[in-house]
């Protein structure tokens, strides 16, 4: 793996590029992402965020305050240029906005691209999905992978792909080392997990790692998704330093084509 703190951030997000995070659900930018946003906030990089399944369900009136509480994760780490695809999550959906796993790829795909072109992003961009096994390996999360390689593969000469993962490997052995230590609500909850999540440490390239500020900011972004995360529970709950163990590096796969 290589660390893009400080050369190496400018050959993975060039300043000539619009950098495009595609995001599966409301406080995914937060727990995966956090650092990384923050940082291109302070270089000056034009970035997007683009939610795939957390649009707003007229039935639903959580999924309304969740994009609120979306917006406000996101202005923390500096980001004010946010935008939810008309697709929700299964367990919410109603006639008028579907699941996002029901849509075929490509249709994603193509409403992906036309937010692009409809908010004049500049090309070529650096899109950052997810990793094969969608992070943790929510059913949405897989199709976000998707839906980046869809894009990777119909806009070749615009698009270079990166795709966010969890180090499978340092997640397991902090696992290993906590339980016991910690109480079971601040461990991750790994029945709601795949049970090949993220990626091993021999499958990643990059990996950023958080200053104490950006830390602080990660947590505070976490805590702005109250539906989402609790004080007494995984993560937010975490000991300081055991917060910067699990959450205090992000890491990137650089997939092949």
């Given at each position: 793996?290589?660390?893009?703190?400080?050369?190496?951030?400018?050959?993975?997000?060039?300043?000539?590029?619009?950098?495009?995070?595609?995001?599966?659900?409301?406080?995914?930018?937060?727990?995966?992402?956090?650092?990384?946003?923050?940082?291109?906030?302070?270089?000056?990089?034009?970035?997007?965020?683009?939610?795939?399944?957390?649009?707003?369900v007229e039935s639903h009136e959580k999924s309304k305050?969740?994009?609120?509480?979306?917006?406000?994760?996101?202005?923390?780490?500096?980001?004010?240029?946010?935008?939810?695809?008309?697709?929700?999550?299964?367990?919410?959906?109603?006639?008028?906005?579907?699941?996002?796993?029901?849509?075929?790829?490509?249709?994603?795909?193509?409403?992906?691209?036309?937010?692009?072109?409809?908010?004049?992003?500049?090309?070529?961009?650096?899109?950052?999905?997810?990793?094969?096994?969608?992070?943790?390996?929510?059913?949405?999360?897989?199709?976000?992978?998707?839906?980046?390689?869809?894009?990777?593969?119909k806009h070749k000469e615009s698009v270079v792909l990166?795709?966010?993962?969890?180090?499978?490997?340092?997640?397991?052995?902090?696992?290993?080392?906590?339980t016991g230590k910690l109480t079971p609500d601040l461990?991750?909850?790994?029945?709601?997990?795949?049970?090949?999540?993220?990626?091993?440490?021999?499958?990643?390239?990059?990996?950023?790692?958080?200053?104490?500020?950006?830390?602080?900011?990660?947590?505070?972004?976490?805590?702005?998704?109250?539906?989402?995360?609790?004080?007494?529970?995984?993560?937010?709950?975490?000991?300081?330093?055991?917060?910067?163990?699990?959450?205090?590096?992000?890491?990137?796969?650089?997939?092949?084509?």
């Amino acid at each position: 793996m290589v660390q893009i703190n400080k050369k190496n951030f400018d050959r993975i997000f060039p300043p000539d590029c619009s950098i495009v995070f595609l995001h599966a659900h409301c406080d995914d930018e937060s727990f995966l992402s956090a650092g990384l946003l923050n940082k291109l906030s302070d270089t000056g990089k034009q970035c997007f965020i683009i939610y795939g399944a957390a649009g707003a369900v007229e039935s639903h009136e959580k999924s309304k305050i969740r994009q609120e509480q979306t917006i406000s994760a996101c202005q923390i780490l500096g980001q004010k240029s946010v935008e939810f695809l008309n697709y929700c999550e299964p367990k919410i959906g109603d006639t008028k906005i579907h699941p996002l796993c029901e849509e075929r790829i490509e249709d994603v795909g193509r409403a992906v691209w036309d937010m692009v072109q409809k908010n004049r992003i500049k090309i070529p961009i650096v899109l950052v999905s997810y990793d094969k096994n969608g992070g943790y390996g929510n059913a949405d999360h897989k199709i976000i992978h998707l839906i980046g390689r869809e894009i990777k593969n119909k806009h070749k000469e615009s698009v270079v792909l990166y795709e966010i993962t969890i180090n499978r490997d340092k997640m397991q052995a902090w696992i290993v080392d906590s339980t016991g230590k910690l109480t079971p609500d601040l461990l991750p909850k790994l029945k709601y997990w795949s049970p090949e999540y993220g990626l091993t440490e021999n499958e990643i390239n990059y990996f950023y790692e958080l200053s104490n500020t950006e830390l602080s900011l990660k947590h505070k972004a976490l805590a702005c998704h109250k539906f989402y995360n609790r004080y007494n529970c995984f993560p937010l709950g975490l000991p300081k330093n055991e917060f910067a163990k699990v959450l205090g590096v992000e890491f990137l796969h650089k997939p092949i084509f």
